[in-house]
């Protein structure tokens, strides 16, 4: 079954056609700047096609509609014709508590999704757009919405609910959400099948640290708590994102640097995390490079990050009575033996040694501790989009169309 993933951002549209069964990616590409000067399409197919087609691009229906055209390209494209797509996978960020799980769109799912824009206004919208677009352009195809935050519906009140008066929860829904699911879940499943143990048996911790970046306790396959809460801004120090800070800063920097709410937000979610620490770059590969030069700061902005993975590492040890296995993913747990060397310091008392030879080989699924160690250390590289396509073709199984 041919399956269309979606990933629309507010100018940006990532997407992948794959084969479910195969498991194969038959095209993929980014078309970026929708709206500005200066609009791309990167596409890429599996007969060894990469082209740029430069052109302007004013919205969301002209971009699918232009990504589509490169599908059924005579020169570059994958199918004859768009009825070989079998269904349209999107991604949406925020689903509230209103879906824990993927759905076939229709209106009122539409609907529910628009009444999550207050709490992801960056994300919800552009992810509305692009389905509007896409169902606008193939009517007759099933669409289904896959969430980031469905797979974390499972953590228990105790564990959502801030130190607030509980009617901000009852009046606005303020609670801890979680992003990154499809992530989390996808490693986890893997870690499963690679220790050959049921999902059921085993206790996780996923870090998926990648420009946002989130970890997330995974007991027998199910999200018990995540670093990320009510917006994707809690939680970890990020590549521009601060993380959790005392709430009291917002207010004190309010009156001192005489911002607005909205200023502050935006500082703490752009000009933060390990680029306002370092004063340099929010990518790890220029902070590392800085750090082996002998830059401090950039040094310390890593020690940063990894401190405080560790001490999530921690809580949810204690949060799950136990840990089996701790997963890296994401471009910088996949891709950075020094951040992962970092991580693991402070672990020998839980069981685990990282084993630098390892740590240091690249590529697949990969266990990093020493031999003989009982808490697991393993790198899985993740994959979101396979996700998205799998839990479209599951969805479009169970409906019967009219
Ligand atoms: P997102 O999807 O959140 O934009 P990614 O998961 O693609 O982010 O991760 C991007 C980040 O991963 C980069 O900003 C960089 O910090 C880090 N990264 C990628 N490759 C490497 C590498 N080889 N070494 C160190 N860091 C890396």
Redo the contacts with the bound molecule.
Sequence with gaps: MNIFVLNCGSSSIKYQLIESESKKVLAKGLLERIGNDGSFLKHYSVYDYAIEIKRPVANHTEGIQMVLDAMVNKEYGVINDLTEIAAFGHRVVHGGETFNQSVLINDQVIEDIKKCIPMAPLHNPANLTGIKACMSIVPNAPHVAVFDTAFHQTIPAKAYLYGLPYELYLKYGIRKYGFHGISHQYVSEMAAKYLKREPAELRLITCHL???ASVAAVKHGKSIDTSMGFTPLEGLVM?TRCGEVDPAIIPFLMDMEDMTGKQVYQYLNNKSGVLGISGLS????DL?NAACNGDERARLAMDIFAYRVGKYIGAYAVAMGGVDAIIFT???GE??PMIREKICEGLAFMGTVLDKEKNALRDGIREINENGCALKLLVIPTNEELVIAKETERICQNVVFL
Excluded: V
């Design positions: 990648g420009n946002g590549g929010s990518d790890f590969r590392e994401a471009g910088l891709n950075s």
